[in-house]
């Protein structure tokens, strides 16, 4: 079991005030990969779960998204890559 952490703003990336306070966020998989998939390139998705179902969500890399295994240790983080592109990607630690 893996668990995808992260922080974000509630609302498309085009209509959200990035100085208002981020909310976290957290969701159990069953592999990796498939936590790895929510994001995928995307700094804004759209939420299936909970309070916030069916909401888009603008991932903030303030805090860079993680993913953790059944044990806590974190096993991928996701890191802007090139800032002038605006590229981020899943690096496995």
Not at 1 to 21: C, N, Q, T
């Amino acid at each position: 079991m893996y668990s995808l952490e992260f922080r974000a703003w509630i609302g498309h990336k085009d209509d959200v005030d990035v100085d208002e306070p981020v909310e976290f966020f957290s969701k159990d998989f069953e592999s990796l990969q498939k936590a790895k998939l929510v994001i995928n390139g995307n700094d804004c998705i759209q939420w299936d779960e909970g309070e916030y179902n069916g909401e888009y969500l603008t991932i903030s890399f303030k805090h860079n998204p993680k993913i953790f295994d059944e044990t806590g240790k974190l096993v991928s983080e996701c890191k802007i890559t090139d800032w002038d592109d605006y590229e981020f990607d899943w690096i496995d630690g």
